[in-house]
């Protein structure tokens, strides 16, 4: 780099520095946000992370033009979905009563895409929920605007490759091994929907066990086995 470009560098910095505190606040605001609105229409990501407090999470979210999802009735017979849903979180569909308490928030956007987060307490004392994860699901027509949890078909889902499994039994799920060893049964809203044979459990893909041909050795994936 010669002398010249990195004096002209150097008065460019000058002239940042110099600005008055709030002219210069302001440009940093106007960077942020110009990088958190390009991320949030990124098609792979929104603006969230994982372990982020939900309610900031939520504000996060609405800033970017996402909305609470009315579509589909929450299940107020659940505590802990008529205490939220009481404080104005419209959002909340279903929540888990074991474990963490893991919970089940819509939104959607102008695009009529649905993103959902799950949230779950933590172990927190004060019940403070915090995000675990998010997916996105899209839905073009009335058949799809029925919850993923009426489109997942029931049986035993496999990774492939190891012993470990999950079973799905109408509206639960839970895991289990070779040993038979079982774990307490979720809500089916944790899971999300992939394709017909295909849950997607926010690490693993898992596909049904009678989808997989007989002698066939290979994994579970987005696309299947």
């Known amino acids: 780099?010669?002398?010249?470009?990195?004096?002209?560098?150097?008065?460019?910095?000058?002239?940042?520095?110099?600005?008055?505190?709030?002219?210069?606040?302001?440009?940093?605001?106007?960077?942020?946000?110009?990088?958190?609105?390009?991320?949030?229409?990124?098609?792979?990501?929104?603006?969230?992370?994982?372990?982020?407090?939900?309610?900031?999470?939520?504000?996060?979210?609405?800033?970017?033009?996402?909305?609470?999802?009315?579509?589909?009735?929450?299940?107020?017979?659940?505590?802990?979905?008529?205490?939220?849903?009481?404080?104005?979180?419209?959002?909340?569909?279903?929540?888990?009563?074991?474990?963490?308490?893991?919970?089940?928030?819509?939104?959607?956007?102008?695009?009529?895409?649905?993103?959902?987060?799950?949230?779950?307490?933590?172990g927190s004392k004060n019940a403070e929920r915090f995000v675990r994860n998010w997916w996105i699901e899209k839905k073009t027509d009335s058949d799809q605007q029925k919850s993923s949890s009426n489109i997942i078909q029931e049986g035993r889902y496999w990774l492939g490759g190891t012993d470990q499994g999950l079973e799905i039994k109408g509206q639960q799920y839970r895991y289990y091994d070779e040993s038979e060893i079982e774990t307490p049964w979720k809500p089916i809203a944790e899971l999300q929907y992939v394709k017909k044979g295909v849950v997607f459990d926010g690490e693993n893909y898992w596909c049904l066990s009678t989808m997989l041909a007989k002698g066939q050795r290979t994994s579970c994936s987005k696309n299947g086995w």
């Open 1 to 122: 780099m010669n002398k010249k470009i990195i004096a002209l560098l150097l008065l460019a910095l000058l002239g940042i520095f110099t600005e008055s505190p709030t002219k210069a606040v302001d440009t940093i605001q106007k960077s942020q946000q110009f990088s958190l609105e390009n991320y949030a229409n990124a098609p792979e990501g929104v603006p969230i992370k994982k372990g982020m407090p939900y309610k900031e999470a939520r504000q996060i979210l609405i800033k970017q033009g996402w909305q609470p999802n009315l579509e589909g009735k929450p299940n107020l017979r659940d505590r802990s979905v008529k205490e939220l849903f009481d404080l104005g979180y419209e959002e909340i569909k279903d929540c888990s009563g074991t474990g963490e308490g893991p919970c089940r928030f819509e939104f959607i956007n102008k695009k009529g895409e649905v993103l959902v987060v799950v949230a779950t307490t933590n």
